[in-house]
């Protein structure tokens, strides 16, 4: 049999990468979700990255909420690539002067420098084709956060096959026990029908032939074969799809299958000891789903 490979739907993956003064950190984050759901977080001026970003989960991952955070920042400009604003720093000389002719402590020239607009970054601009590489960057980073992301939830996955695969044996053992109790159940219906009667109408005509109609007329009602016939094949069923990821969404369409065939199995069962076994069976299926809940 081949190995299983159900991932899970939690998870976190990062990656980094820089390129051309730019840096960047993107983080990749998923729970559980019926279907899948992408958020986008990313800098302001890449406009195409959201879009390249989703394509990237759509193609790697089937369910879950997922969170997509890109953090980007710019080097500064060195002080050799900085100029001084002539003009700025003139007219902070100017009030400088008239405020040391009133006694003021005449500037430094590192405060002057200081002052707002003295300095400033010279303007750079727009190169698109330089823009798109480093978008082109960055979504590649993205992509590797989203594997890590991936393989995360795969590990996840690794450790709930086992919990789900030990709940699928009981619902199975459960079942064959079902299975040895219907076949006493018959007999119970029919003894206890003919108790019944014989203490109710002892001298009715026709008796033996009035209980044995009426107690197999019970039996068949409280026949729960088709039921555990049912179950079994949805044991197979689940193992099946285990070993077909993803499966989150068909089992979760077989729990209810599992659950619908339990109850009718309770509400049919005549005796205690089948009726204590099918409680069990739906507090197993239960604890199941809530399992497969987890499973991408």
Known sequence: MSKATISGMTGFGRADGAVDGWSWSIEARSVNGRNLEIRFRGPPG?????????????????????TLG??????????AALKVNEDV??????????????????????????????????????????KAAIETAMAKSVAEAIDALKASREREGEQLLPVITGFIDRIEALVADAEGEA????????????????ELAP?????????FLEAAALATKADVREELDRLTAHVASARTLLQQPPAGRKLDFLMQEFMREANT????????????????LKAVIEQLREQVQNVE
Request: charged content about 30%.
């Open 46 to 66: 890449f406009d195409n990255l959201e879009r390249l970003a989703k394509a990237s989960a759509q193609a790697r991952l089937n369910r879950g909420q997922v």
């Open 70 to 79: 890109v953090q980007a920042k710019r080097a500064e400009a060195g002080a």
């Open 89 to 130: 720093l003139a007219r902070y000389l100017q009030l400088a002067n008239q405020l040391a002719e009133e006694g003021a402590t005449p500037p430094s020239a590192d405060g002057l420098l200081g002052l707002r607009g003295v300095l400033e970054a010279p303007e750079e601009d727009e190169d698109l084709e330089a």
């Open 183 to 198: 076949a006493a159940q018959v007999e119970a219906i029919r003894e206890r029908f003919t108790r019944r009667i014989t």
């Open 203 to 211: 001298d009715a005509p026709g008796l033996e032939d009035r209980i």
């Open 265 to 280: 199995l309770c509400s049919k069962s005549a005796t205690t000891p089948l009726t204590g076994i099918g409680l069990e």
